[in-house]
T-cell receptor
Framework: AQTVTQSQPEMSVQEAETVTLSCTYDTSESDYYLFWYKQPPSRQMILVIRQEAYKQQNATENRFSVNFQKAAKSFSLKISDSQLGDAAMYFCAFADRGSTLGRLYFGRGTQLTVWP | DVKVTQSSRYLVKRTGEKVFLECVQDMDHENMFWYRQDPGLGLRLIYFSYDVKMKEKGDIPEGYSVSREKKERFSLILESASTNQTSMYLC???FGTGFYNSPLHFGNGTRLTVT
């Protein structure tokens, strides 16, 4: 079974600063996807960013970027120029590309607080 | 935009009741999922379905069943609700078997309280 570990239950950052959320995973698969989802107080899960394991280049989406270390099985999310609207629960997730139908394995989440 | 709609945002039920949580998606997605979200535990997969009338157990199926009679609708059933099923329930859907272009789309969740 795949496992996803988020070791930081809570993080906080000052507005306009940078914060990094950690995620590690355990798998024997070689081809997979990794994701970061954001869940604001509205409860709507929003896909922030995704990374294909076969791609060397780290994914970026505007202020959000990842540091993907395949050998170390690490997948951290960096949020630059943090904004109040970034405050949310962040979930790291894993999907085996060869497995069933888009099933995701989630970490336990990191609650991010953004201070003005 | 894909819309995944869960019929209730909040639900309060009594122990022993049969409870139905409904989820409808409007994008003709093949795959549908029910997750349970608890503080400190993240999201755990209860059941999923990849086609009408098909279902697969997830990681925590005990105490739950599902029904998918139509492609757009996926129901989660608590046959006899218990207090340990008090939780947030999230429905999600995705397109086909190719994952790259089809991330999960989630509903807004149903917060179920069993008293």
């Amino acid at each position: 079974a795949q496992t996803v570990t988020q070791s930081q239950p809570e993080m906080s950052v000052q507005e306009a600063e940078t914060v990094t959320l950690s995620c590690t995973y355990d798998t024997s698969e070689s081809d997979y996807y990794l994701f970061w989802y954001k869940q604001p107080p509205s409860r709507q899960m929003i896909l922030v960013i995704r990374q294909e394991a076969y791609k060397q280049q780290n994914a970026t989406e505007n202020r959000f970027s990842v540091n993907f270390q395949k050998a170390a099985k690490s997948f951290s999310l960096k949020i630059s120029d943090s904004q109040l609207g970034d405050a949310a629960m962040y979930f790291c997730a894993f999907a085996d590309r060869g497995s069933t139908l888009g099933r995701l394995y989630f970490g336990r989440g990191t609650q991010l607080t953004v201070w003005p | 935009d894909v819309k995944v709609t869960q019929s209730s945002r909040y639900l309060v039920k009594r122990t022993g009741e049969k409870v139905f949580l409904e989820c409808v998606q409007d994008m003709d997605h093949e795959n549908m999922f029910w997750y349970r979200q608890d503080p400190g535990l993240g999201l755990r997969l209860i059941y999923f379905s990849y086609d009408v009338k098909m279902k697969e157990k997830g990681d925590i199926p005990e105490g739950y069943s599902v029904s998918r009679e139509k492609k757009e609708r996926f129901s989660l059933i608590l046959e006899s609700a218990s207090t340990n099923q008090t939780s947030m329930y999230l429905c999600a859907s995705s397109f086909g078997t190719g994952f790259y272009n089809s991330p999960l789309h989630f509903g807004n969740g149903t917060r179920l309280t069993v008293t």
